[in-house]
């Protein structure tokens, strides 16, 4: 039976050098309560101390909360993590100054790793980084030079090259339910995500640790439905009640019934979107749909295909999916990333890694921040500061097509629709098209290897991936093509039958969304 105990408890439980797995999604699913109270252990006592930290995506708020609380130089030793971006600044300088030892693997990778743990197996396998910054044979998912230690290896198996992750041995696994019963058995209603909490308990259990997980109530055994019991109490050694601030649903909200499946809202009419650059690059990468297509979309700029979708009356057409394990719905932006309203149905999130894996996703949009040459694009690292890769490699990689989405140039500018032409008043001051990008999130070379469909979408080009790299097809009405493509981007891309942009797009009102899928 599990025992129940004070967050002020849980260090003495943590010996020194332990290797901890949590689960969270900016703060969904994660122990805040309980990281809390290592870090208020560690900063009285020194206790405990020199941790390992997994974590398959990334966890915070982007300041004080999340795995902010495990940001003391001598607490950690090591992290691996799926994503840094929200994990605060704190965190951000021990990385950067090489204080920890810092790794960044693929969120599915990191996601299924505790299934084989469980299962007493050596690794993961998979072909998910082949040709990116994980590759040992690029950087190994190494983030700084104290990251020494290869956690990834390249293996040939049947004739095929592999990427193997190799698996730590779990001393403690921090989990999240919404109740627990006296048992221990764990219920995660009132949770929007599923995350891999079942399988983190069990890798722990397999590996002679311990389980702790955060709840917010705890009733008496046999009161929770035996379907509902997410994480068996078999698998929970501890269990510590949460108080509601340190027990939220997503970075944002305590907790929205909508996310849980609890109700189903009314929506409403969505706003159009403004007729500006974000709508123009939405509409033309939303021309990938088809009719019945399961998609995914990244945050940020993606976010507007699902915008221009409902506008055009065709949303009802596709099925949206997220990383974290809601199938269908509406997909929450901003600080709820990760969740969706309406959803018809809500999978762990390793279960959604393996559809994605196995080719699941027949168009997914992602951000584009840079771009080479070679038809690679990084969304991980920027001026040596490691963001993180999160689900990016996984979702590029795997999907029957992938359109990138994102503005042409970075930084202030001044660019409006008139008249059916874009007018350019003032550019960006930064190239987003380099002749090598900072850092391989999606490899080029992997893509045309694999005979994957790859589309570039800005607001005054369109670019495709083939053989020799980049080939620009298209450009906006409007825009000269030496004085406002040729001349901000660092290599000249290959031209062969460039056309303009379809000029409808530029209009007011499109109305065309509708038939083009029908005819795809």
């Given at each position: 039976m599990a025992q129940l105990i004070d967050a002020a408890d849980v260090a003495r439980l943590i010996p020194n050098g332990a290797t901890l797995y949590c689960t969270g999604m900016g703060l969904a699913g994660f122990a805040e309560e309980v990281a809390k109270a290592v870090s208020a252990a560690f900063e009285s006592t020194g206790h405990p101390r020199d941790l390992t930290l997994y974590h398959a995506t990334g966890v915070g708020n982007g300041r004080d909360r999340g795995v902010h609380h495990f940001a003391h130089e001598g607490l950690l030793k090591r992290i691996v993590g799926g994503h840094f971006g929200v994990g605060g600044p704190r965190l951000m300088k021990l990385v950067m100054d090489g204080r920890i030892e810092a790794y960044n693997l693929p969120q599915g990778a990191l996601a299924r790793l505790p299934r084989e743990i469980a299962g007493r197996r050596p690794g993961f396998i998979s072909k998910v980084g082949l040709g990116t910054f994980v590759d040992p044979r690029v950087e190994g998912g190494k983030v700084n030079a104290a990251a020494e230690e290869d956690l990834v290896e390249v293996l040939e198996l049947a004739g095929e090259e592999w990427l193997f992750f190799r698996a730590p041995k779990v001393d403690v696994a921090l989990i999240r339910g919404s109740v627990a019963d006296e048992r221990g058995n764990l219920s995660m209603k009132r949770e929007g995500v599923l995350l891999e909490s079942l399988s983190v308990a069990q890798a722990a259990r397999a590996c002679g640790g311990i389980v702790i997980a955060q709840v917010e109530h705890v009733v008496s055994a046999g009161s929770l439905n035996a379907r509902e019991v997410a994480v068996p109490g078999i698998l929970v050694d501890y269990l510590v009640k949460a108080?509601?601030?340190?027990?939220?649903?997503?970075?944002?909200?305590?907790?929205?019934?909508?996310?849980?499946?609890?109700?189903?809202?009314?929506?409403?009419?969505?706003?159009?979107?403004?007729?500006?650059?974000?709508?123009?690059?939405?509409?033309?990468?939303?021309?990938?749909?088809?009719?019945?297509?399961?998609?995914?979309?990244?945050?940020?700029?993606?976010?507007?295909?699902?915008?221009?979708?409902?506008?055009e009356h065709v949303d009802h057409l596709m099925s949206l999916t997220l990383e974290t394990g809601p199938i269908g719905g509406v997909p929450a932006g901003g600080y709820d990333f990760g969740h969706a309203a309406n959803a018809d149905a809500v999978v762990e999130q390793p279960a959604q890694f393996d559809f994605y894996d196995g080719g699941g996703i027949d168009v997914a949009f992602l951000g584009l921040a840079q771009c080479d040459a070679r038809g690679n694009v990084n969304?991980?690292?920027?001026?040596?500061?490691?963001?993180?890769?999160?689900?990016?490699?996984?979702?590029?990689?795997?999907?029957?097509?992938?359109?990138?989405?994102?503005?042409?140039?970075?930084?202030?500018?001044?660019?409006?629709?008139?008249?059916?032409?874009?007018?350019?008043?003032?550019?960006?001051?930064?190239?987003?098209?380099?002749?090598?990008?900072?850092?391989?999130?999606?490899?080029?070379?992997?893509?045309?290897?694999?005979?994957?469909?790859?589309?570039?979408?800005?607001?005054?080009?369109?670019?495709?991936?083939?053989?020799?790299?980049?080939?620009?097809?298209?450009?906006?009405?409007?825009?000269?093509?030496e004085r406002d493509i040729l001349a901000h981007m660092r290599f000249r891309p290959r031209i062969r039958d460039l056309t303009l942009m379809d000029a409808e797009l530029f209009q007011p009102v499109w109305g065309k969304l509708g038939a083009r899928m029908s005819v795809r």
């Open positions: 108080k509601p601030e340190n027990h939220l649903q997503t970075m944002n909200t305590y907790y929205n019934p909508a996310y849980s499946g609890e109700i189903r809202v009314v929506r409403g009419a969505l706003p159009a979107m403004p007729l500006d650059p974000r709508k123009i690059i939405a509409r033309r990468a939303a021309m990938a749909l088809s009719a019945g297509a399961v998609v995914n979309l990244g945050i940020g700029m993606p976010e507007g295909v699902a915008a221009v979708a409902a506008e969304v991980s690292k920027f001026s040596g500061r490691p963001v993180g890769c999160g689900g990016f490699i996984n979702i590029t990689q795997n999907a029957k097509r992938v359109v990138f989405c994102g503005t042409f140039t970075a930084g202030d500018a001044d660019i409006a629709i008139e008249d059916g032409q874009l007018s350019i008043r003032r550019d960006g001051g930064h190239s987003k098209f380099l002749e090598q990008v900072e850092q391989i999130t999606f490899s080029g070379a992997y893509a045309v290897r694999i005979g994957q469909p790859v589309l570039y979408v800005t607001e005054r080009a369109v670019f495709r991936l083939d053989a020799d790299g980049l080939e620009l097809v298209e450009i906006a009405p409007g825009v000269d093509l």
